[in-house]
Nanobody, 118 residues
Framework: QVQLVESGGGSVQAGGSLRLSCAAAGIIFSSYTMGWYRQAPGKQRELVAAITGGGSTNYADSAKGRFTISRDNAKNTVFLQMNSLNPEDTAVYYC????????????WGQGTQVTVSS
């Protein structure tokens, strides 16, 4: 059974930082591209950042320069370091896994709330 379990969400003031973690179980972690999505109220879910098993990354324009995605393949964990947070970053953040050779995201976590106050 595949499980993706996020942690690290919370409430911060604008300009603050949070580090999200996602622990994966039930998959060959290094064979999966891992991603962080977010969904704000009334908005579509959007990809924030992704990282391949080999460590190549890509970011949404809104995340570039502020967020850093990383992974520890030995611990089956992916991280999202978020700095310089602003209220527009408020959303539920979801961890997702996509088998490297596929184009669709296969598995999702339950989400963790991030709230940034001004």
């Amino acid at each position: 059974q595949v499980q993706l379990v996020e942690s690290g969400g919370g409430s911060v003031q604008a300009g603050g930082s949070l580090r999200l973690s996602c622990a994966a179980a039930g998959i060959i972690f290094s064979s999966y591209t891992m991603g962080w999505y977010r969904q704000a109220p009334g908005k579509q879910r959007e990809l924030v950042a992704a990282i391949t098993g080999g460590g190549s990354t890509n970011y949404a324009d809104s995340a570039k320069g502020r967020f850093t995605i990383s992974r520890d393949n030995a611990k089956n964990t992916v991280f999202l370091q978020m700095n310089s947070l602003n209220p527009e970053d408020t959303a539920v953040y979801y961890c997702s896994a996509r088998y490297t050779l596929r184009s669709t995201w296969d598995y999702w976590g339950q989400g963790t709330q991030v709230t940034v106050s001004s």
